[in-house]
T-cell receptor, first 112, second 114 residues
Framework: NAGVTQTPKFQVLKTGQSMTLQCAQDMNHEYMSWYRQDPGMGLRLIHYSVGAGITDQGEVPNGYNVSRSTTEDFPLRLLSAAPSQTSVYFC???????????FGPGTRLLVL | AQSVTQLDSQVPVFEEAPVELRCNYSSSVSVYLFWYVQYPNQGLQLLLK??????LVKGINGFEAEFNKSQTSFHLRKPSVHISDTAEYFCAVRGWGGSEKLVFGKGTKLTVNP
């Protein structure tokens, strides 16, 4: 099993550009989440999904869109990048609310 | 809703000394509790979790944590740390049933010095 994979590892964008961060898991987990990590802020939930076709907002959803067309994939879209979205983004998956989340290696995003 | 407070943002210790990283939570429902570790430039890795039952939970790398419901705490301990334990540690809480949201504390950076 590859676990949770994320692409790209690094990305530099200009303000106003759009892009999609990819996340995939091969563990057949129902639950998938996107977090951003900023210094001194811990991890903050952006969006999450409890199954294919179902998504919901987390703590900091503005400026991001998600969709869940399959169990395996959960892409995160930045519609119009802003410098405030410079961060490290982590995708995670889990099976059941008692289960721990498995994290991907992260995507480091710099918006100029 | 749940919240997590990690009381120390940075904890420096010497190698082979004991360490305790503190975590307090608040919740109106019963919770599951987790500790994660993040090594430099890596993702998060589960150290241990409390779901129910025994309040003393043992995890990987010699770490353990004790759930104290009356004090709403879940402190992480290790009796003797190594240089390789230098990392950032995150406490997290998730409410029973319904919401699947995992709420993280802001992290404690543990630095083990020789």
């Amino acid at each position: 099993n590859a676990g949770v994979t994320q692409t790209p590892k690094f990305q530099v964008l200009k303000t106003g550009q759009s892009m999609t961060l990819q996340c995939a898991q091969d563990m057949n987990h129902e639950y998938m989440s996107w977090y951003r990590q900023d210094p001194g802020m811990g991890l903050r939930l952006i969006h999450y999904s409890v199954g294919a076709g179902i998504t919901d907002q987390g703590e900091v959803p503005n400026g991001y869109n998600v969709s869940r067309s399959t169990t395996e994939d959960f892409p995160l879209r930045l519609l119009s990048a802003a410098p405030s979205q410079t961060s490290v983004y982590f995708c995670a998956s889990s099976q059941g609310d008692a289960a721990a989340q498995y994290f991907g290696p992260g995507t480091r995003l710099l918006v100029l | 809703a749940q919240s997590v407070t990690q009381l120390d943002s940075q904890v420096p210790v010497f190698e082979e000394a004991p360490v305790e990283l503190r975590c307090n939570y608040s919740s109106s429902v019963s919770v599951y509790l987790f500790w994660y570790v993040q090594y430099p430039n890596q993702g998060l890795q589960l150290l241990l979790k409390y779901l129910s039952g025994s309040t003393l939970v043992k995890g990987i790398n010699g770490f353990e944590a004790e759930f104290n419901k009356s004090q709403t705490s879940f402190h992480l301990r290790k009796p003797s740390v190594h240089i390789s334990d230098t990392a950032e540690y995150f406490c997290a809480v998730r409410g029973w049933g319904g919401s699947e949201k995992l709420v993280f504390g802001k992290g404690t950076k543990l630095t083990v010095n020789p």
